[in-house]
């Protein structure tokens, strides 16, 4: 097994690096810059830093004002409310003129386990999916995130990224590439393909292994880009497989498996789609607690695959 | 663009409501009402106070305006046209599939600076040109229209705070206070209160004049490049439709089609004004 590391500090490191290379980088947050870990980019920058309030409508729109005047703003929340009580502002003044703004849902997924349903997002990935001109991205891992925000530096126009809190196995390698709108392979099969993202790919590693225990083969593909999809490699690595599965922390209506699942519609492949079954979370005392009981485990893939090569 | 004085500005803002009328297909649906009332306001902000080029729109130096009550971008068309920012002839292509302009702001129309629409969002988008200028220490000014009935937007309120607080004394709002939301008049279906008060109270300074006097606008534009350490906000009491005998104070034509005849009507009015 390889290290764990935790993904938000290691986004809010490398934006801090990035920040202190390109002056055009403004962190905005709603005071949440201790667990976005935007406060290491208020702490070195302060000058950069900009605390809005608990006012996510206000301080999205204010990133589009930034945007038009030549800024790189990073726009911080939790992605329940990063993504849906700024919604229109992002639809109407980001994605719409198609402006330079890197959205940061952070918590995401069930990751913000006490909580409970209001700060799980189980939908944030569907809801700007369906926004035209948006890149919707979930890094992996903690290595694949420090590559993102580099990447969506350089890439001109709306993003939007989601974080979780926790630790995550390192799945990826430094020297792995990484490019915005790519799939990679993370492991060979030829049985099934397993399309996951986020704490799903550590996920459907696992089910491999016990897989390859049963004689089935499973290729596991780590979707960090799960818009613009590679259609291209979707179809590539669903070509030669008796089925599909896809995996994710969200709902399965609208997010990975429905991405995946439009764009095989035209092909003969039976999909499986793991993930949250258009429920909301809820509170647990731990992250795991709430893995297990949503079903987004190892063992859920391994009852997908052999339910498809049934 | 050099500055015009009273009566030159007077005489373009009988241009822009003709503007208006142009970008009206007969018998389709526009905002007439709200284009009318904030003319002489955008007439002002082009034609006197703004400092800007249609020969260099993307100058880091010029001055902003967004109209926050995208609605009324009938004017904004009909000015940015009178200064060149494209040929007057595309005016009646407003709203027409593949035109420049559409029915509600964009950016990809040379001379707008955000897009809007959707209610409530202009001042932040200011607020945030704003605080870019006080970063690249650039001296440009950001002015947002705001519509009265637009105030019911939480939003708003949201960068009447965060402007106050950052002390943005490079961003001004204006109200295009005509007293009348879509359907009906606010004091009646969703009264707002104290409007200057309200500002106040969030820490900007406050003026008020009327929207249709334009020494009353000059005066008020020119007094708050006095302010420091605090946003503005100019409270313009205006009439919806304002030059349009039919039209003014009528919340029918908030959004309304015009016959030919009362086109030529509204452009009689306007001339003999």
Redesign the interface.
């Known amino acids: 097994m390889k290290q764990k590391e935790n993904l938000r500090e290691a986004y809010g490191k490398e934006l801090l690096k990035c920040a202190k290379k390109n002056n055009r980088i403004i962190a905005l947050d709603a005071d949440l810059c201790g667990s976005t870990m935007s406060v290491y980019t208020e702490k070195e920058i302060p000058e950069r830093f900009f605390e809005m309030g608990i006012a996510e409508q206000n301080m999205t729109s204010t990133a589009a004002g930034l945007a038009l005047v030549g800024k790189i703003p990073f726009v911080h929340s939790f992605a329940v409310f990063a993504a849906g009580q700024a919604y229109n502002q992002i639809r109407q003044g980001i994605a719409l003129p198609k402006l330079n703004v890197k959205i940061i849902g952070s918590s995401g997924g069930l990751s913000d386990f006490g909580d409970g349903a209001t700060h799980q997002s189980v939908e944030d990935i569907s809801i700007m999916r369906a926004i035209p001109n948006m890149v919707v991205i979930v890094p992996v891992d903690a290595v694949e995130t420090r590559k993102v925000v580099r990447a969506v530096i350089k890439y001109n126009g709306p993003v939007y990224i989601r974080i979780t809190r926790n630790d995550l196995v390192n799945v990826t390698n430094e020297e792995d590439p990484f490019e915005i709108g790519k799939i990679f392979k993370v492991a060979e099969g030829n049985d099934i393909t397993v399309f996951a993202c986020g704490i799903m790919v550590s996920q459907a590693l696992e089910a491999r292994k016990t897989l390859l225990e049963m004689g089935i083969s499973a290729r596991v593909v780590n979707v960090s880009t799960i818009k613009p999809l590679d259609m291209e490699n979707v179809k590539k690595f669903a070509k030669d497989v008796r089925g599909v599965i896809t995996a994710e922390e969200n709902n399965i209506i609208g997010g990975l498996g429905g991405a995946i699942s439009e764009a095989l519609s035209e092909e003969l492949i039976k999909i499986k789609k793991v993930g949250i079954n258009d429920e909301f979370g809820q509170s647990a005392n731990c992250y795991e607690d709430l893995i297990n009981y949503y079903g987004l485990t190892p063992e859920t893939i391994v009852n997908a695959a052999k339910s498809l090569l049934n | 663009m050099k500055k015009k004085n009273i009566k030159e500005l007077e005489e373009i803002s009988k241009k822009i409501r003709c503007g208006i009328l142009e970008t009206m297909e007969i018998g389709k649906k526009s905002h007439l009402g709200g284009s009318m009332s904030s003319a002489d306001l955008v007439t002002a902000l082009y034609f006197y106070k703004m400092k800007h080029d249609p020969k260099n729109p993307d100058d ?1 130096e010029r001055d902003r305006f967004i109209f926050s009550k995208g609605h009324s971008v009938l004017t904004q068309y009909a000015a940015l046209a009178e200064c060149g920012y494209f040929p007057k002839s595309i005016l009646k292509t407003t709203k027409t599939l593949g035109s420049i302009l559409q029915g509600h702001p ?3 129309t040379p001379g707008i ?6 209610l ?3 001042l ?10 006080k ?2 220490h650039r001296n440009y000014k ?1 002015y947002v229209i705001l519509g009265d009935g637009e105030l019911a937007e ?2 708003i309120w ?2 009447a ?2 402007a106050s ?2 002390k943005l004394d490079n961003l001004i709002a204006i109200v295009d206070y005509n007293k009348l939301q879509a359907v009906g008049f606010l004091k009646k279906r969703y009264d707002l209160g104290d409007i200057r008060g309200r500002f106040a109270i969030f820490g900007w300074k406050t003026f008020e004049i009327n929207g249709h006097d334009m020494q009353e606008i000059l005066q008020a534009l020119d007094s708050v490049d006095e302010v420091k350490g605090a946003p503005s906000v100019i409270i313009a009491h205006t009439t919806k439709g304002k030059g349009v005998s039919f039209a003014e104070n009528n919340p029918a034509f908030h959004n309304a089609p015009l016959t030919k005849e009362q086109v030529e009507r509204a452009k009689a009015d306007i001339c003999n004004s």
Do not use: C, H, K, W
């Open positions: 880091p964009e950016i990809r600076e955000a897009n809007t629409g959707s409530g969002q202009g932040s988008i200011g607020l945030g040109m704003a605080i870019g200028a970063l690249d950001v939480g939003q949201e960068a705070t965060t607080f950052y």
